[in-house]
């Protein structure tokens, strides 16, 4: 168990539908990521934050936003969904930013979104 | 441009095997991280190892051992004695430090799929 929490674990929705994702990073983790895990994109860096500001952007469509909250949560939006969008979402965290320090991401087991 | 090569796709082998992933990473950077992560059947992500750009020394953990080399930009992880446990898709992942700072996000490669047999 990584200490980083992801609900709901499944999720069936229709085309067209937003959603939100959870995260509840590690007890004492400031910087909180998301990534998504697709067939045929494997996994792919969506957005970092850190304690509540955004710090890099990956991937991410317009469709898709997300934030941290003062609690250090964070949730992954997702609108007008597509088929394409079906995949398995990880929530990661670590201390800080970078590695300089011996930092490591340690990621949730993930939210899997079916989009029908 | 940062990129993390994992050319085996799947790898199948009988029990007490040994088993070695090859990663073989891209970057300009001259301080850079790589790790390597676990994704049993299960789905999650577990944490295998990091190494620094800066520090070549092997490392042994049980049955598993890194392989880093900079003179071919290859970061192998070799399972000795496999078990069935062992069974999962394996990644490889890089990360860069730039402008005063790493960026701290992850560029995995595609990942191997290890079976292993009874």
């Known amino acids: 168990d990584s200490g980083v929490t992801q609900t709901p674990k499944h999720l069936i929705t229709a085309t067209g539908q937003r959603v939100t994702l959870r995260c509840s990073p590690r007890s004492g983790d400031l910087s909180v990521y998301w990534y998504q895990q697709s067939l045929d994109q494997g996994l792919q860096f969506l957005i970092q934050y850190y304690n509540g500001e955004e710090r890099a952007k990956g991937n991410i469509l317009e469709r898709f936003s997300a934030q941290q909250f003062p609690d250090l949560h964070s949730e992954l939006n997702l609108s007008s969904l597509e088929l394409g969008d079906s995949a398995l979402y990880f929530c990661?965290?670590?201390?800080?930013?970078?590695?300089?320090?011996?930092?490591?991401?340690?990621f949730g087991e993930g939210s899997w979104l079916t989009v029908v | 441009a940062q990129k993390v090569t994992q050319a085996q796709t799947e790898i199948s082998v009988v029990e007490k095997e040994d088993v070695t992933l090859d990663c073989v990473y891209e970057t300009r950077d001259t301080t850079y991280y790589l790790f390597w992560y676990k994704q049993p059947p299960s789905g999650e992500l577990v944490f295998l190892i990091r190494?620094?750009?800066?520090?070549?020394q092997n490392e042994i953990s049980g049955r598993y051992s890194w392989n880093f080399q900079k003179s071919t930009s290859s970061f192998n992880f070799t399972i000795t004695a496999s078990q069935v446990v062992d069974s999962a898709v394996y990644f490889c992942a890089l990360s860069e430090e730039r402008y005063g700072g790493s960026q701290g996000n992850l560029i995995f490669g595609k990942g191997t799929k290890l079976s292993v047999k009874p």
């Open positions: 990661a965290s670590s201390v800080t930013i970078g590695f300089q320090s011996g930092n490591t991401i340690y």
């Open positions: 190494r620094n750009s800066f520090d070549e």
